[in-house]
């Protein structure tokens, strides 16, 4: 097929022929700008699509969480023990397996609340008035929250009615070291000045310095009890004074030498290898 032969901007003159006039690079061009739209909309159909499944997926989980706390709230057998179901399961003239049917709990529920009232105390809600039974925190950690059953509510609805009622702000506390009433800015604050903060941390009673001898108030620091009453004396206390004091026998040949520092205990690298050997061999 001649070049008068090919009809020029069609397909098969500038792929098969490739034909470089430029009808033909006008067709190729339009051509390749349509393959990327094609391909551009296929991407965004399938994003869409992804986007669809995702929305819908959490939809219908959010669905079920909702369907789950309405189920626990109308739900008769979760929740707080109430009085009555209490001295159910004080009773002694029945099993534990009656019980459970009775309250239309489980039997490990019914097991474990029976533990609890052992250790319980009987004490007086103290926004309602009526009568529960005061069951220690399991953990430390429930104990620090402010869990309920310490002896003062009956339940999470009279411990929050109390705060609203008395205008209770979770951040006042009271200092340990003074006493005083302040504002924490953090969960875990204790104290309410650095004042009172120096004066905790001192936890010993005024001892003599090691270095100079003069009183001091010891600390607690990260490595322990401070024993020098200031960085002055504790770095002379480092330093060796003479070199008598820093004579020491070798650990390889027995010879007395001045070390160079305090962690040096051979005289040469030769006794340090002796030494080594001497532990190798003692080990093997």
Not at 64 to 72: C, D, I, L, T
Not at 133 to 141: F, Q, R, S, V, Y
Not at 188 to 196: A, F, P, T, V
């Amino acid at each position: 097929m001649t070049t008068k032969e090919i009809e020029h901007g069609t397909f098969y003159a500038w792929r098969y022929a490739r034909c470089e006039c430029d009808t033909c690079k006008v067709a190729k061009a339009r051509s390749r700008q349509k393959s990327r739209d094609r391909s551009r909309r296929s991407s965004m159909n399938r994003s869409a699509e992804t986007y669809h499944d995702l929305r819908e997926y959490h939809r219908r989980r959010r669905a079920e969480w909702w369907e789950k706390q309405r189920r626990m709230i109308q739900n008769p057998r979760v929740g707080h023990w109430t009085d009555a179901e209490d001295r159910i399961v004080l009773r002694d003239d029945i099993t534990t397996r009656e019980k459970a049917a009775m309250l239309q709990r489980g039997y490990s529920s019914v097991l474990n609340r029976m533990h609890d009232l052992s250790r319980a105390e009987r004490a007086t809600c103290k926004e309602c008035g009526s009568g529960f039974w005061k069951i220690p925190a399991k953990t430390d950690t429930a104990a620090r929250n402010g869990f309920y059953s310490r002896g003062l509510f009956c339940s999470l609805e009279c411990a929050y009615a109390n705060r609203r009622r008395e205008g209770y702000d979770r951040n006042k506390r009271q200092c340990i070291q003074c006493g005083s009433e302040f504002r924490a800015r953090t969960p875990e604050s204790k104290l309410c000045s650095r004042r009172c903060y120096r004066e905790h941390k001192v936890i010993h009673p005024p001892t003599a310095c090691e270095a100079c001898g003069a009183l001091f108030k010891p600390q607690m620091t990260r490595r322990g009890v401070t024993r020098f009453c200031s960085t002055s004396c504790a770095g002379a206390a480092r330093r060796w004074k003479s070199a008598e004091e820093r004579k020491r026998r070798c650990a390889g040949c027995g010879r007395v030498f001045v070390p160079k520092d305090g962690r040096t205990k051979n005289c040469s690298r030769e006794c340090g290898s002796k030494s080594r050997l001497k532990k190798l061999g003692a080990h093997a």
